[in-house]
């Protein structure tokens, strides 16, 4: 949209994109098959990538919510909307791949594993964040209530996170391999798991200037449209 | 629960083509009301530039 | 402070004497869902005298739910809310005030609900009924607190009736996690403490996100 803008954009598009590249070759191909699992533990690399930005996501939409509290800016809201959608599709991929990763490994789709429960209730409670903006017609009605819920939402994530493995014990647990992560040893590994993390992490700044810019257009069509009611109205 | 290679490669083709619909589905999406937007901003300027120039003189 | 609250507490449960809106609602609603229960455990062949826990907390979910939506649209029709707005009042004390109605209000139907569920399981409650009561009582706090504050967010939608279980109930998935284990194990005579902590915890964390927040719900 803005030209000032475009050029730090397209170096993040390329570096996502280079990293991105690099990091698939290193998870499928450099990086050892594990010894139990086999080569489905390679899901492992960017299932875990997808899950920290989807904190990282839901952690912004926490700060933004705040700051926007605070400030009564809207370009706060914006990008706490546009953090929190971005954070649902990566939640999306997690909960994707997890099930395929537990069909070999544990011999079922779905269990109640912790991991998996609470990425659940994270994907429930921020579908109904980013759902329900589009019920509210008033825009700073809108922008409070979202914030307001983007506050509770983000600070439940972490007891939902913890509630799910306290209580975890009272399962038996279906774990036919060993745990994921102690199946992390070769050096090789470590570098497909951390280009990964770095690559999502990318992708998740990249994703969430571009929803940035999508809002920030929304808002100034909204406002040209009011002028133009007034215009008409004048007329 | 050891399963034949090839059988775990099926899952992890499954897994990494999910990821990649996904992210298309969301890009596809997120360029699609760009455009629009795009589209309809410049609709909007012309007409209200049109409006502001009538009503001047 | 806590004349503002007994004043609302009495308001909220006099006019639920008058119009029994939660009672009906809520109760006759669980009683249903006791029955599906039945009928839906031993078509499956699920001992269903193990089911007691499980019926209490889908009851509680399901009705509080419904309860909570209901008392929130009667207040709306009467632009009670407007009228609070004007009271010179801190807004935080507000939430708490509701909080405290709201949650009396659940917390009687789940004792009615009791010996209802005791009766239908043959459960023998006798001593475990006071262990039960902490985890019981502070489960429903938890659970009102939330739905305190997400019931006015999903008001202001379009679709409230629909948004407001989709937004308020994984927000609770914590609360109703501990409070499933502090009353499984109360029925087996024992106390959870660390379920009766998280759920102190949770408490805490719900009231004071209330308290800070209410205002900027109330505002027009």
Redesign the interface.
């Known amino acids: ?1 803005k030209t000032g803008s475009l050029l730090p954009q397209t170096i993040l598009l390329v570096l996502t994109i280079a990293t991105m590249e690099t990091a698939l070759i290193w998870a ?1 191909q450099i990086a050892p098959a594990d010894k ?1 699992q ?3 533990q ?2 492992f690399y ?2 875990l990538g ?1 899950i920290w930005p989807g904190f990282v996501a839901f952690f912004y939409v926490l700060y933004a919510s705040i700051r926007y ?1 605070i400030s009564r800016a809207s370009k706060w809201d914006r990008r706490a909307f546009a953090s929190g959608q ?1 954070g649902l ?1 990566f939640c ?2 997690v909960l ?2 997890g099930p ?2 537990a ?5 079922v789709w779905w269990a109640w594993d912790a991991r998996l429960t609470s990425t659940l ?1 994270m994907w ?2 921020f ?3 980013v ?2 903006r589009d ?3 008033d825009q700073k ?1 809108r922008e ?2 979202s ?3 983007g ?3 983000a ?2 994530v972490p ?2 996170y ?3 493995r ?2 975890e014990v ?1 399962h038996p647990k279906p774990v ?2 060993g745990d994921a992560e102690s199946g992390i040893k070769d050096p090789n590994m470590v570098i497909a798991l951390l280009l990964a993390l770095a690559a999502f992490t990318l ?1 998740y700044l990249f ?1 969430w200037r ?2 940035t ?2 809002a920030e ?2 808002a ?2 909204s406002e ?2 009011m ?2 009611n007034a ?2 109205e ?2 | ?3 034949e ?1 090839a ?3 099926m ?2 083709t ?3 083509s ?2 990649w619909l ?2 298309a589905y ?2 596809t999406v ?1 360029v699609l ?2 455009r629009r ?2 589209r ?2 410049e609709q ?2 012309q ?2 530039s049109n ?2 120039k ?2 001047a003189p | 402070m806590p004349n503002l609250i007994l004043l609302m507490l009495s308001k909220d449960l006099r006019r639920e004497l008058r119009s029994k809106e939660v009672f009906l609602s809520s109760f006759l609603f669980s009683l249903i869902l006791l029955c599906i229960f039945y009928y839906a455990a031993t078509s499956s062949s699920v001992a269903f005298e193990k089911l007691p826990n499980t019926a209490l907390w889908i009851c509680i979910a399901f009705s509080g739910t419904i309860g909570l939506h209901r008392t929130h649209q009667a207040e709306l029709q009467n632009a009670c809310y407007k009228a609070l707005m004007m009271a010179p009042r801190d807004p935080g004390l507000l939430f708490l005030a509701k909080f405290a109605a709201n949650a009396t209000l659940l917390t009687i139907m789940s004792l009615l609900l009791l010996p209802l569920i005791a009766l239908f399981f043959n459960l023998d409650l006798g001593s475990n009924l006071l262990k039960m009561i902490p985890g019981l009582v502070l489960g429903i706090a938890g659970f009102v607190a ?1 739905g305190t ?2 019931v006015v ?2 008001a ?4 409230s009736d629909i ?1 407001f279980p ?2 308020h ?3 609770v ?2 609360v109703l ?2 409070g499933v ?1 502090c009353t499984q194990k109360a029925m087996l005579g024992e106390i959870s403490w ?2 009766i902590q ?1 759920l102190c915890v ?1 408490n805490l ?1 719900f009231l004071s ?1 209330g308290f800070m ?1 209410y205002a ?2 109330l ?1 027009e």
């Open positions: 949209m499928l139990l086999g080569d489905v390679r899901i960017f299932h997808c509290l971005v599709a999306t991929m994707v791949t395929i990763w069909k070999p490994t544990w011999g209730i429930l409670i579908l109904g964040y759902m329900m019920y509210i017609d009605m409070r209530l914030a307001v819920l506050i509770i939402g600070s439940m007891f939902v913890f509630s799910t306290w209580f009272q036919v391999m992708l994703l571009r929803g810019e999508l257009g929304d100034k069509l040209l449209r002028r133009m215009l008409e004048e007329a | 629960m050891n399963q290679p059988n775990n490669l899952y992890l499954a897994a990494y999910a990821i996904i992210l969301f890009l997120l009301k760009n937007l795009a309809e901003l909007l300027e007409r209200v409006m502001e009538n009503k | 939330i504050l997400t967010i999903s202001n939608t379009r679709i948004l989709i937004i109930l994984p927000l998935v914590p996690i501990a284990n660390t379920g998280i949770l964390v996100l927040t900027y719900l505002e």
